[in-house]
């Protein structure tokens, strides 16, 4: 990371550059901690190839927890296995997987069955709790989409169709910070029940080929048995999450598209206050108007890479941090970052550094950047390189 000096007085702030530049097996050209990266036995790492459907699948489509209609062109997957509390031994409950993709999104159904009536947990909360799904069932799906076994997208849903996503980096653990657009329905009934989810391609970032090769995992977690199954077997006994993925073919003539997205906002306040000085004829006094402007872009290009710019951001409407405990801290409080300006790709500036005692450095703490002016992000994936580049100039103080 490179920090620019101060500027001069006249711009009473700092510009910040942080140039990353990591290969997928990051630890090799950074003294990274260590990462094991076993090769399973052959056939414990699975192939299935995803059919292309000629009509969405629905919700609906599988009621009775049948697949019906379109839902039969899905490919199915089941076999899931313990993670815990048993590790290696089958599920205790039927869970099935089925997956497939048209030319806009990728379907991830999952019917979980309840066959021994041990009950469903489910509350219907605002999406992504601060602690996703602690005490609910619920069901996540893994995608790596580069096949890197570095980087992969998380999914989650609980049985009301509450969701929440992440960024999960190996080595580094899951960012629940990360958002994007997708869709997901539930329904619950006597049998179990059944969640339906439909990814667009372009909420995701991969290169697009005449056949993709992507990582998938499967995960049910059973609250009342505290018991996590997946597919395929995910083995507490081999160190690494992503390297024990499935591989899943069959996704040709997909693209994330080259999409723009542009922001504008106007802001504009007038004020007058009441002169009362003359009890007699109190007035009005001259209007004091005030006007900001600002505009949030993104351009996607190359299918994997992301430009984010943004001129006089404005950050009202994003989620207020929860309050935290700092009494007799000695540390810095480290906020979630939640501005969407900053959260494209965050985790590629937070490559894993060695640790100092209890304390894990940063490359960089976007969230000191507080009230910036302007600002451009760069990041993306190329051949084996992850690539980050951020600069913004914070001329007001924050």
């Given at each position: 990371?490179?920090?620019?000096?101060?500027?001069?007085?006249?711009?009473?702030?700092?510009?910040?550059?942080?140039l990353?530049?990591?290969?997928?097996?990051?630890?090799q050209?950074?003294g990274?901690?260590?990462?094991?990266?076993?090769?399973?036995?052959?056939?414990?790492?699975?192939?299935?190839?995803?059919?292309?459907v000629?009509?969405?699948?629905?919700?609906e489509d599988?009621?009775?927890m049948?697949?019906?209609?379109?839902?039969?062109?899905?490919?199915?997957?089941?076999?899931f296995?313990?993670?815990?509390?048993?590790?290696?031994?089958?599920a205790?409950?039927?869970?099935?997987g089925y997956?497939?993709?048209?030319?806009?999104?990728?379907?991830?159904?999952?019917?979980?069955?309840?066959?021994?009536?041990?009950?469903?947990r489910?509350?219907?909360t605002?999406?992504?709790?601060?602690?996703?799904?602690?005490?609910?069932?619920y069901?996540?799906f893994?995608?790596d989409t580069?096949?890197?076994q570095r980087?992969a997208?998380?999914f989650?849903?609980n049985?009301?169709g509450?969701?929440?996503?992440?960024?999960?980096?190996?080595?580094?653990?899951?960012?629940?910070?990360?958002d994007t657009?997708?869709?997901?329905?539930?329904?619950?009934?006597?049998?179990?029940?059944?969640?339906w989810?439909?990814?667009?391609?372009?909420?995701?970032?991969?290169?697009?080929?005449g056949?993709n090769?992507?990582?998938?995992?499967l995960?049910?977690?059973?609250?009342?048995n505290?018991?996590y199954?997946?597919?395929?077997?995910?083995?507490?006994?081999?160190?690494?999450?992503?390297?024990?993925?499935?591989?899943?073919?069959?996704?040709e003539?997909i693209?994330?598209?080259?999409?723009?997205?542009?922001?504008?906002?106007?802001?504009?306040?007038t004020?007058?206050g009441?002169?009362?000085?003359?009890p007699?004829?109190p007035?009005?006094d001259?209007?004091?108007?005030?006007?900001?402007?600002?505009l949030?872009?993104?351009?996607?290009?190359?299918d994997?890479?992301?430009?984010?710019?943004?001129?006089?951001?404005?950050?009202?409407?994003?989620e207020?941090?929860?309050?935290?405990?700092t009494?007799?801290?000695?540390?810095?409080v480290?906020?979630?970052?939640?501005?969407?300006?900053?959260m494209?790709n965050?985790?590629?500036?937070?490559?894993?550094?060695?640790?100092?005692?209890?304390?894990?450095?940063?490359?960089?703490?976007?969230?000191?950047?507080?009230?910036?002016?302007?600002?451009?992000?760069?990041?993306?994936?190329?051949?084996?390189?992850?690539?980050?580049?951020?600069?913004?100039s914070?001329?007001?103080?924050?």
């Amino acid at each position: 990371m490179v920090v620019l000096r101060k500027w001069p007085r006249n711009l009473a702030g700092c510009v910040a550059i942080a140039l990353s530049f990591t290969i997928a097996s990051f630890g090799q050209a950074t003294g990274d901690k260590p990462e094991s990266k076993e090769i399973l036995p052959a056939g414990t790492r699975p192939i299935i190839k995803i059919p292309r459907v000629t009509q969405p699948p629905r919700l609906e489509d599988f009621d009775g927890m049948v697949p019906n209609g379109a839902a039969v062109q899905l490919r199915k997957v089941t076999n899931f296995i313990q993670n815990k509390p048993s590790d290696g031994k089958p599920a205790t409950e039927r869970t099935e997987g089925y997956m497939g993709y048209d030319d806009t999104n990728l379907y991830v159904v999952m019917v979980c069955w309840d066959d021994k009536h041990v009950g469903v947990r489910a509350s219907l909360t605002r999406r992504e709790p601060s602690t996703p799904f602690d005490s609910d069932d619920y069901i996540e799906f893994t995608l790596d989409t580069f096949q890197d076994q570095r980087h992969a997208f998380l999914f989650d849903v609980n049985p009301r169709g509450v969701q929440a996503d992440a960024l999960y980096t190996e080595g580094e653990g899951t960012d629940y910070s990360w958002d994007t657009l997708w869709y997901s329905r539930a329904k619950v009934s006597k049998d179990g029940y059944v969640i339906w989810t439909a990814i667009p391609f372009r909420s995701l970032r991969f290169h697009p080929t005449g056949e993709n090769h992507w990582g998938i995992m499967l995960t049910r977690y059973i609250a009342q048995n505290n018991e996590y199954d997946n597919w395929p077997e995910l083995s507490p006994t081999i160190s690494g999450r992503l390297n024990q993925e499935a591989t899943a073919s069959g996704l040709e003539n997909i693209s994330p598209s080259r999409n723009m997205q542009f922001i504008p906002y106007v802001e504009s306040r007038t004020f007058r206050g009441l002169d009362t000085r003359d009890p007699a004829q109190p007035r009005f006094d001259s209007a004091n108007f005030q006007g900001k402007a600002g505009l949030d872009s993104k351009f996607v290009f190359h299918d994997s890479l992301v430009l984010d710019a943004t001129v006089n951001p404005d950050f009202a409407q994003v989620e207020s941090d929860e309050p935290q405990n700092t009494i007799n801290q000695r540390f810095e409080v480290f906020f979630p970052e939640k501005r969407p300006f900053f959260m494209e790709n965050s985790n590629f500036f937070e490559a894993p550094l060695i640790a100092v005692g209890f304390l894990q450095p940063r490359l960089v703490f976007t969230r000191r950047i507080a009230d910036p002016t302007f600002g451009v992000r760069l990041t993306g994936k190329q051949g084996p390189w992850n690539l980050g580049f951020l600069i913004a100039s914070q001329s007001r103080p924050g």
